[in-house]
């Protein structure tokens, strides 16, 4: 549904991009991560039409980004917020429902229906300006949706929502996914990703370093096996122990404790506390991006 093939970007000396490729499929969720200034921003703003790529290109549903059918199928709901303050939220979603060709009743209906799904019927005829920040955020996020767009690009959409409304969100963002849309979304809050069932997108200095399954980018990292002991076990093992706990990073774990345990022999009557820790997305984050730096140093 959307294919980004080799993007580059520069503003002035600053590069943006640099060689970015990314492609969503209908239905999928894609986490896509990165550093601050990795080009997340300028990604979806090339895909929604705003930023034009120096080189490379964006296709929407097959179709040129850049085309006016093109960007009808795209939602883009940024960082900041781009709403009328002096103007209702009921009158900025009219506009940007009227601006994306939405029919009267229609309209009227699917503004019912995100505001509902957004916690934001209340709100509805207050200005923007009274809304709170997280309000606000929200309503940006509405009006990216309101016209059932077949790409969603949301650009940290819950930062500063509190859990009810993160969750409220979420429902809405699975629900399009399960809908058919290509959700791209953008968050430096990774355990959402797990919540979203999301595949994952890395970027790093304008570019994707890793890409794919979730549980299979995860399989590749070790294991912690944490043996917490009653006494120090002095002698019995090659590895130190601190502070009465063995830390130990594995892909074995059970293995690995199995034979601590038979070097400990009698003493592992002074085992107390055995912990196996599975690696989490921030491990597989900062693993990923450590990777890459360190590449890009040798080279
Ligand atoms: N209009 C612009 N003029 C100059 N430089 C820009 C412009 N837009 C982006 N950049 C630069 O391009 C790089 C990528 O920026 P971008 O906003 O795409 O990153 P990002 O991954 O979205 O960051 P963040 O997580 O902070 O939102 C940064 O170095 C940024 O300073």
New binding site residues.
């Given amino acids: 549904m959307l294919e980004a093939s080799g993007l580059h970007k520069r503003?002035?000396n600053?590069i943006?991009l640099a060689g970015f490729d990314l492609r969503i499929e209908a239905g999928e969720i894609c986490g896509l991560l990165?550093h601050?200034?990795?080009?997340?921003?300028?990604f979806a703003r090339i895909c929604a039409g705003l930023e034009h790529p120096d080189a490379g290109g964006v296709r929407i549903g097959g179709l040129d980004a850049d085309c006016r059918a093109a960007h009808a199928l795209v939602g883009l709901a940024p960082?900041e917020i781009a709403l009328y303050p002096t103007a209702t939220l009921r009158e900025n979603l009219r506009f940007y429902g009227q601006l994306a060709g939405i029919g009267r009743s229609r309209l009227r209906a699917e503004i019912n229906d995100i505001t509902a799904s957004m916690m934001l019927t209340k709100v509805l005829d207050r200005t923007v300006a009274t809304l709170s920040g997280g309000q606000q955020r929200r309503a940006q996020a509405a009006t990216a949706l309101l016209h059932r767009p077949a790409v969603l690009l949301l650009d940290e959409p819950t930062a500063g929502a509190d859990p009810t409304t993160r969750q409220a969100l979420l429902a809405v963002v699975r629900d399009r996914a399960a809908q058919g849309a290509a959700v791209c979304y953008t968050t430096h809050y990774l355990p959402e990703l797990e919540e979203l069932d999301a595949t994952i997108a890395v970027?790093q200095t304008g570019r994707i370093i890793a890409r794919g399954d979730r549980r299979k980018l995860l399989s590749g990292l070790p294991s912690l096996l944490e043996i917490g002991f009653a006494a120090e076990p002095s002698g019995a093992l090659d590895e130190q122990v601190v502070d009465g706990t063995l830390r130990i990073t594995t892909d074995r774990p059970a293995q690995t404790l199995t034979r601590i345990l038979t070097s400990l022999g009698d003493r592992s009557e002074q085992v107390e506390r055995v912990e196996i820790r599975e690696p989490t997305l921030d491990d597989l984050y900062r693993h990923l991006t450590r990777t890459a730096t360190e590449t890009e140093r040798v080279h």
């Fill in positions: 503003f002035g600053q943006a990165g601050n200034g990795a080009g997340k921003t300028t960082q970027a």
